[in-house]
């Protein structure tokens, strides 16, 4: 269904309340999320990006509902990846002549997955497109997140629609942002930037700043994925600004997987060592085999510092920590300290191959970290207790 934006612009979108996985089965989407696609009525008419590819057929049924399909006169393509483009080929099956805007890596991108050479119109930051009395401004922000991504600025509204950036996998009645849950609503924003934009935080406070330069006056901005910004729009970016500064809060997050609890023991009394301490500092822990990913990559992007634990299995580190670490080593987290725990029965490899996956992921790695031989006795877990104060000490 339509909703009106404002005079000039309809979100002729997609709500999917289903989705539970993104990127694959990269990403969760406990919230669901939307696939905005916006329509700009002036003396021309433009359409910016479109829906997912299990969506395109009912997407374009609905846009013909809403517009005489041969009435557009322009498509603008800010991003190649399907979650936007995915209509583009039904849609451009029945008005096969439209131009298409976007980035010339966007055409290289929409060309790798569809195979079509469309009306391709390529455009560079500073580019204007013409819609009678306003006017549509390109701005390429490539590695946000793709190669190919860019944002165009809609004159007289004072518009930002932002693509990937400001966005959030969250699917709500509300399409505004000071319509939703405010708790729901950053919670969401923060595992999006957790999980997707922190290896681009030096390209991310770059963009901002290149396009606060330009002194766009702005009232709203509308995102690819989530509400639209219209109440205090640059919260969001100082937001950004914030999250993409090597941010932290006083939070230590604690993070094992164990065969036989001996693991889990020695979590737990490390954070009990913490707590003993005293000071403020939140102490969190989770089971990597039983929380999601992408939950816990949140927490440790809150954080100051993190613990990783596993016991040794075949001279090397349960699947689930394996897993994270790699996770953790692509996103170039900052200014982060770490150690590693774990128990053994035979050969005890895993502290030392936390310690390297650690220190490969960019965090500085406190001490020599902890073992203990089977499950913890009475004098292990005091061990774990004293190296708890003394990790609280040294963060």
Same mark, same amino acid.
């Given at each position: 269904?339509?909703?009106?934006?404002?005079?000039?612009?309809?979100?002729?979108?997609?709500?999917?309340?289903?989705?539970?996985?993104?990127?694959?089965?990269?990403?969760?989407?406990?919230?669901?999320?939307?696939?905005?696609?916006?329509?700009?009525?002036?003396?021309?008419?433009?359409?910016?990006?479109?829906?997912?590819?299990?969506?395109?057929?009912?997407?374009?049924?609905?846009?013909?509902?809403?517009?005489?399909?041969?009435?557009?006169?322009?498509?603008?393509?800010?991003?190649?990846?399907?979650?936007?483009?995915?209509?583009?080929?039904?849609?451009?099956?029945?008005?096969?002549?439209?131009?298409?805007?976007?980035?010339?890596?966007?055409?290289?991108?929409?060309?790798?997955?569809?195979?079509?050479?469309?009306?391709?119109?390529?455009?560079?930051?500073?580019?204007?497109?013409?819609?009678?009395?306003?006017?549509?401004?390109?701005?390429?922000?490539?590695?946000?997140?793709?190669?190919?991504?860019?944002?165009?600025?809609?004159?007289?509204?004072?518009?930002?629609?932002?693509?990937?950036?400001?966005?959030?996998?969250?699917?709500?009645?509300?399409?505004?942002?000071?319509?939703?849950?405010?708790?729901?609503?950053?919670?969401?924003?923060?595992?999006?930037?957790?999980?997707?934009?922190?290896?681009?935080?030096?390209?991310?406070?770059?963009?901002?700043?290149?396009?606060?330069?330009?002194?766009?006056?702005?009232?709203?901005?509308?995102?690819?994925?989530?509400?639209?910004?219209?109440?205090?729009?640059?919260?969001?970016?100082?937001?950004?600004?914030?999250?993409?500064?090597?941010?932290?809060?006083?939070?230590?997050?604690?993070?094992?997987?164990?065969?036989?609890?001996?693991?889990?023991?020695?979590?737990?009394?490390?954070?009990?060592?913490?707590?003993?301490?005293?000071?403020?500092?939140?102490?969190?822990?989770?089971? /990597?085999?039983?929380?999601?990913?992408?939950?816990?990559?949140?927490?440790?992007?809150?954080?100051?510092?993190?613990?990783?634990?596993?016991?040794?299995?075949?001279?090397?580190?349960?699947?689930?920590?394996?897993?994270?670490?790699?996770?953790?080593?692509?996103?170039?987290?900052?200014?982060?300290?770490?150690? /590693?725990?774990?128990?053994?029965?035979?050969?005890?490899?895993?502290?030392?191959?936390?310690?390297?996956?650690?220190?490969?992921?960019?965090?500085?790695?406190?001490?020599?970290?902890?073992?203990?031989?089977?499950?913890?006795?009475?004098?292990?877990?005091?061990?774990?207790?004293?190296?708890?104060?003394?990790?609280?000490?040294?963060?």
């Amino acid at each position: 269904m339509p909703i009106k934006i404002n005079k000039t612009i309809t979100w002729v979108g997609k709500t999917d309340w289903e989705l539970r996985r993104f990127h694959g089965n990269e990403y969760s989407t406990h919230r669901g999320s939307t696939y905005n696609s916006y329509l700009v009525r002036e003396d021309k008419i433009a359409l910016i990006d479109t829906v997912w590819a299990p969506f395109a057929e009912e997407y374009v049924a609905g846009l013909e509902k809403t517009i005489d399909l041969k009435r557009i006169d322009y498509i603008i393509a800010n991003h190649g990846e399907t979650d936007h483009s995915g209509a583009l080929p039904e849609l451009l099956r029945r008005i096969p002549d439209i131009p298409v805007y976007c980035t010339a890596s966007c055409v290289k991108s929409l060309k790798g997955h569809y195979h079509r050479d469309w009306n391709f119109r390529t455009v560079k930051t500073g580019d204007r497109l013409n819609l009678g009395a306003k006017e549509l401004i390109f701005i390429e922000a490539p590695m946000l997140h793709w190669p190919d991504s860019m944002m165009c600025y809609l004159t007289g509204d004072n518009i930002l629609f932002s693509n990937d950036a400001f966005g959030q996998h969250y699917a709500s009645s509300g399409m505004f942002n000071d319509t939703v849950d405010q708790d729901e609503l950053f919670a969401e924003c923060m595992k999006y930037y957790a999980n997707i934009l922190t290896p681009f935080s030096p390209l991310v406070i770059k963009k901002i700043n290149e396009v606060l330069s330009l002194k766009l006056p702005l009232d709203m901005i509308c995102t690819s994925h989530g509400v639209i910004w219209r109440q205090n729009p640059t919260q969001i970016v100082e937001r950004y600004l914030a999250w993409a500064d090597a941010y932290q809060e006083n939070q230590v997050t604690i993070i094992y997987d164990t065969m036989w609890n001996g693991t889990r023991v020695m979590a737990e009394s490390i954070a009990d060592g913490m707590r003993e301490a005293g000071g403020d500092t939140v102490v969190k822990l989770f089971n /990597a085999s039983n929380t999601d990913k992408n939950d816990i990559v949140t927490e440790v992007f809150r954080s100051k510092a993190i613990g990783v634990g596993s016991p040794t299995i075949n001279q090397g580190i349960l699947s689930s920590i394996a897993s994270l670490l790699e996770e953790i080593r692509g996103l170039k987290f900052k200014n982060k300290k770490a150690f /590693a725990f774990g128990c053994y029965g035979w050969s005890g490899e895993s502290v030392k191959m936390i310690q390297e996956g650690l220190e490969s992921a960019g965090f500085a790695v406190i001490g020599d970290g902890i073992k203990s031989l089977w499950n913890p006795d009475d004098e292990a877990i005091k061990a774990c207790v004293e190296f708890g104060r003394k990790v609280a000490e040294n963060i």
